[in-house]
């Protein structure tokens, strides 16, 4: 037994090195806050208040790194989301997940991915972490209440990202759809589901500026389709049929956010999307909708701050409105919020946030809406306040 636990022992120092090559980081957030919400106005039934607990972008990661040698390295990263709060489901690698190398070139990354667009969104935002009901994507981030790609992770996507010339850095990323279709003969409509982004960034010191375009095709969002026709989405004898179509989304997004020396912090946003549906059988429409964002935050004794955002998504315009009534379709929200922070790792934090949607318009909190649309009613306005606390390691 003597001469065993001796050889185990001399293995396991033998094979120390080769363990020791990757230098593996644990890490996570845990995010939970007590709100209260509800939603009034228009001609629908109240949503009456209810109180619950939520979960605000919890999370659990994995990264590391190898050293290959002259200047270049092996990376990977496995993040996971998991509901704080004991609801819903908690999968692996729902968040950034991927495998890359790095070197003098710059960075190569497959997999899950922020792009530069999306976190252009979490730079301009005061919210922490940019997460809850008061996170301002529901302005820039959706078209009439339907949740664009832009502000979600990309699955399926090849990233490559320059080095940092004195704060300026250039990305460009594809998205591979994995849903191609070849042309229906009674159709027409071909299938290739795929995305592009392209876009840079400087940050240095007090100064964060980006601009990007995104172009993603053959989406198959047949409620985005149905919004521009709705005979895209027939339902006879309890059955539903969508007609074949394709589609395009495409936008263009500037941010920037500025701090001054007296700890007071300005920020702004202004996006421009243009969604895109074709079917051989129904023709062509679009529809168009340019939304913005202004914020400003100021901090106090270091570890206090108080923030104010606004932002407003403007009516929407293009062919739809020729089927669809575009008036009153403008909508805006409001987030009135308070952090403090009790280390480098926990904070308090407390918000007010509203949604006023116009009597042709249903938006909803950003993370409480679906790929089929709003859980409110047209003219209804979504309000909450909360107050939580957040954890990180």
Not at 237 to 263: C, E, Q, W
């Given at each position: ?158 990233m490559y990202t320059t080095p940092s010339f004195s704060g300026l850095t250039a990305q460009l990323a594809y998205t591979?759809?994995?849903n191609r279709k070849a042309a229906d003969a009674n159709s027409g409509e071909g299938v290739n589901g795929q995305g ?198």
């Amino acid at each position: 037994m003597q001469k065993k636990l001796i050889a185990l022992a001399i293995a396991g120092l033998a094979s120390a090195p080769v363990f020791a090559q990757t230098n593996v980081t644990v890490y996570g957030v845990v995010d939970a806050t007590v709100e209260s919400v509800k939603a009034d106005g228009g001609d629908a039934v109240e949503i009456e208040r209810r109180t619950r607990v939520t979960s605000n972008g919890s999370l659990i990661g994995f990264r590391g790194t190898e050293d290959l040698g002259n200047g270049l390295k092996a990376l990977f990263q496995v993040e996971s989301g998991f509901a704080a709060d004991g609801t819903g489901t908690s999968t692996l690698a729902t968040r950034d997940t991927f495998v890359g190398l790095n070197g003098g070139f710059g960075t190569v990354q497959l997999g899950k991915l922020t792009t530069i667009m999306r976190a252009a969104g979490a730079k301009v935002d005061f919210n922490p972490a940019a997460t809850g009901i008061g996170f301002a994507g529901a302005t820039y981030g959706t078209i009439n209440g339907l949740k664009t790609p832009i502000d979600d992770r990309l699955n399926n996507t090849v990233m490559y990202t320059t080095p940092s010339f004195s704060g300026l850095t250039a990305q460009l990323a594809y998205t591979a759809g994995e849903n191609r279709k070849a042309a229906d003969a009674n159709s027409g409509e071909g299938v290739n589901g795929q995305g592009y982004q392209l876009a840079a960034a400087y940050e240095n010191g007090p100064v964060y500026v980006s601009a990007g375009y995104a172009l993603h095709k053959d989406l198959q969002n047949a409620s985005m389709a149905d919004m521009l026709n709705p005979a895209v989405v027939t339902t006879a004898a309890g059955v539903t049929t969508t007609a074949p179509f394709s589609d395009d989304l495409k936008t263009a997004r500037i941010a920037a956010k500025y701090s001054f020396p007296s700890n007071t912090t300005v920020s702004a946003l202004w996006d421009r999307t243009k969604y895109e549906m074709s079917a051989a059988a129904l023709g062509e429409s679009n529809v168009k909708r340019n939304a913005w964002l202004v914020g400003v935050e100021q901090k106090f004794a270091g570890n206090q701050a108080a923030y104010l955002e606004y932002t407003r998504s403007r009516e929407l315009k293009g062919d739809v409105c020729d089927v669809t009534d575009c008036n009153n379709t403008e909508f805006s929200q409001w987030t009135l919020g308070y952090t403090y922070s009790l280390s480098k790792r926990t904070m308090v934090k407390a918000y007010y946030t509203r949604l006023n949607n116009d009597s042709n318009s249903r938006s909803d909190f950003y993370l409480s809406s679906v790929s089929g649309g709003s859980q409110v009613a047209n003219g209804q306005d979504p309000q909450g306040f909360g107050v939580g606390l957040r954890h990180t390691f």
